[in-house]
């Protein structure tokens, strides 16, 4: 049994490291350690409750609307505020636009670059992957930047700035859109569209978002038509390498439902178990935070009551992330858990055979953004002009309530407890903090722990690429999940 | 040095850029610092002479808003020139090395460049229980960075992090967050504030550093005088209703439609100095006043601790400028001619100087 140390990770969100024991060449166990601690938990208590709405966004630069869409959830909900359509849209189509950066953002910048290394020289399609892919030199990012800076002006027409964006409240958004701005909207919601039928795909976004089983996968990965596209170059060569097979997760997968603006959520929620193939409801009074393997001091573990306080000196703790229990069990979030448990057919097909992997991960990503920008049309022509985006600030009651939500990357909690007009706890369960969750009281580890285990090595050791495929298939975003 | 070191425009020429790119980088560089009519001719002279300057960004204890902001500057050719012509050499958020590797690469310019280099920081040091809130490749970030600082020509300090602290050094600052100049004390630090910083801003700053060689001029507070010399509230395209008092009263209400002043739901604008009404954001499509909600000072110190982000202005003591916010509205009642006076030079093209000049060099 030798022991590697991977990291610092370059090419993800933050500080990541992963301690990896290995026996024959094969991962035995792994503990993995979110390195960074900044105390948002610590700074919003004593607040003006308002004022987390600036502040939360500033966990994460790549993330920072979903942050808001937590805090305005749990501000409303506390508040009992319901903003009208325009503003719920607004809304919508700012996170889904930022989603969905995220999501190309991981497959074209974070994820494929690493099938560029020379120990892939050899295989069939390593010349078109690394002409494309390669980290600064290959033509892929040239294409999606700019594509992505025009998705982002979303959120400019919407919010003014991203990321970091202030116009998102309790009450809706807080300008309405004139004739222009709408048009401008669809503009750039259209530009999406080419960019992904032209680029990404190679297709229609309709054939894309009615793909439903592995067979149609397949040909999709090879038809004249669609082979050319880099979602087909990525199929090919995830089939070659079975990435199927690799990063396993049997754990059960999660999703709190996203995108409710228009009423009827367009993902619904809830727990989907690989073992029964069944999807229940999920219990939030059943969420709890364990902090065994944190440098936290123990507490209450609902994070309604919880605290954070630090206590740097545990022997057994190594991390600063928290680990996320449901039910006392730890779960997978993520695009592929949020299409698994909405039931796409597609994703169900993906996890069905021994549960989630490296290429279900990477194709749900990629699958949803279809979904998502197909929405994203719907929305951006449902905006009534003239009609109210946002109604005023009341005083915030006391209470306490939970915004649930689900980011790019997973499920995104945030529990509020407001008392004398200020925030008197507030604590946060990010999506990285469920899948990169250190191990709990039991000894249960999270779920990349468990689904590094088993990821061939070989002599390559921390240097192999089969260990990066898998912690970046979760697209972590490591600020986010120690805050 | 052994041999000679190459230029940007020899590393240019052989990633396949044409001649004719590069000299429109030229001109977009130099319009986009103010540099006047020989400008091009200027950035193009010391781009084909100057040793390539090699940049090292590293990151501290922050959320990477500054990086995400950076790539997605307006720059039509930021793709190609200032990602891998002008060359990060070492950046983990977007480089190609891993770990240890990625560590080598740090250590390599460090000794090769010696005196050298260009430092950009992102984010800051914690300071509390030796720097283990922020552990990067084993160490604390504290340390990393004031190595690297020591052999470095200069330090670029991105963002509210690195050059104020941020909401991370917001009370109770539980890890003792810190701006980088707390702990790196014989170098010159250029910072450029804001949260994010502007895109076009950041590759302004870069773009002239790498270019000459040296910093832009400062003024007191370390800020370039290009881009922050003015407030928001000077430049912004509602300040007509500022003057006249026409005011937002509630989000989205008759005023706000009408594009009235936020200063009554607690905007920054006035103290607030950066180029946001100017340059703007996402490529100059808007900004957060444009949005409907007022600045929060977000390229300000302590902008996180000075009361509510929503309270007016009046309800903040110790801000320079106007003493108060009642003689805001005293002189701004007073001042109605003068304030159109002003907006009508709104659409000049901004003069970005250095007195010390590109052209001394």
Known sequence: MTRLVVGPFNRVEGDLEVTLDVADGVVAAARVSAPMFRGFERILVGRPPGDALAIVPRICGICSVSQSMAAVAALRAVAGVVPPPNGALAADLSHAAENIADHLTHFYLFFMPDFCRDEYASEPWFDDVAARFKAIEGSAAGELLPARAQLLHVLGIIAGKWPHSLAFRSGGTTRGLDLGETMRLIAAVAQLRGFLERVLFAAPLEEVAALSDRAALDAFAEAPRTRNGDFALFLRLARDLRLDRLGRGTTGLMSYGAYRGAGEALFRGGLYDPTTGGTGEIAPERIAEDVTSTWLADGPVHPAEADTHPAVHKPEAYGWAKAPRLDGRPVEVGALARQVVDGAPLARALVADGGSNVAARVVARLFEVARVALAMETWARGLEIGRPFCIPDLPSPDGAAAGLVEAARGSLGHWVTIRNGETARYQIIAPTTWNFSPRDARGVPGPLEQALVGTPVGERGARAAAIQHVVRSFDPCMVCTAH | ?361
């Not at chain 2, 891998?84 to 770990?99: P, R, V």
């Not at chain 2, 920081?121 to 922020?134: A, D, K, R, W």
């Not at chain 2, 270019?211 to 003015?230: A, C, H, N, V, W």
């Not at chain 2, 005011?247 to 594009?259: K, S, T």
């Open chain 2, 1 to 361: 040095m052994d041999a000679p070191r190459e230029t940007f425009y020899d590393v240019i020429r052989r990633q396949g850029i044409t001649r004719r790119s590069f000299v429109k980088f030229c001109s977009l560089t130099a319009a986009s610092l103010g540099l006047g009519a020989n400008g091009a001719a200027t950035v193009a002279h010391a781009l084909e002479t100057k040793p390539r300057i090699p940049v090292i960004w590293m990151h501290g204890l922050e959320c990477t808003c500054c990086s995400e902001s950076f790539i997605r500057s307006a720059h039509p050719l930021v793709k190609d020139v200032v990602l891998s012509m002008i060359s990060l050499d070492y950046d983990d958020t977007i480089m190609a090395a891993a770990g240890h590797q990625a560590d080598a690469i740090l250590q390599e310019t460090r000794q090769k460049y010696k005196g050298q280099y260009i430092l950009a920081v992102e984010g800051n040091p914690p300071l509390n229980e030796n720097g283990m809130y922020c552990i990067d490749g084993g160490r604390p970030f504290v340390e990393k960075l004031t190595e690297m600082a020591a052999d470095a020509m200069a330090v670029i300090a991105w963002g509210a992090c690195a050059s104020w602290g941020c909401v991370q050094a917001a009370k109770p600052n539980p890890t003792q967050a810190v701006p980088i100049d707390k702990v790196i004390r014989d170098k010159p630090i250029i910072k450029v504030p804001g949260c994010p910083p502007i895109a076009e801003v950041m590759t302004g700053v870069v773009g002239y550093v790498v270019t000459f060689g040296r910093l832009p001029e400062l003024d007191r507070q370390g800020r370039p005088k290009m881009f922050y010399s003015q407030r928001i509230h000077d430049k912004c395209y509602r300040r007509p209703h500022f003057d006249a008092g026409q005011f937002v009263e509630a989000w989205d209400d008759e005023g706000a439609r009408q594009g009235h002043c936020l200063y009554k739901m607690g905007c920054k604008g006035p103290t607030t100095y950066n180029a946001c009404s100017t340059t703007r954001w996402n490529g100059g499509v808007s900004f957060p006043i444009q949005s409907g909600h007022g600045c929060i000072g977000c390229s300000e110190d302590a902008f996180w601790d000075k009361g509510s982000f929503y309270d007016r202005l009046t309800n903040i003591s110790a801000f320079g400028i106007e003493a108060n916010a009642d003689q805001i509205g005293m002189v701004a009642a007073g001042t109605v001619a003068a304030g159109l006076a002003v907006h009508a030079g709104v659409t000049a093209v901004r003069r970005l100087t250095d007195k010390s000049g590109p052209h001394g060099h």
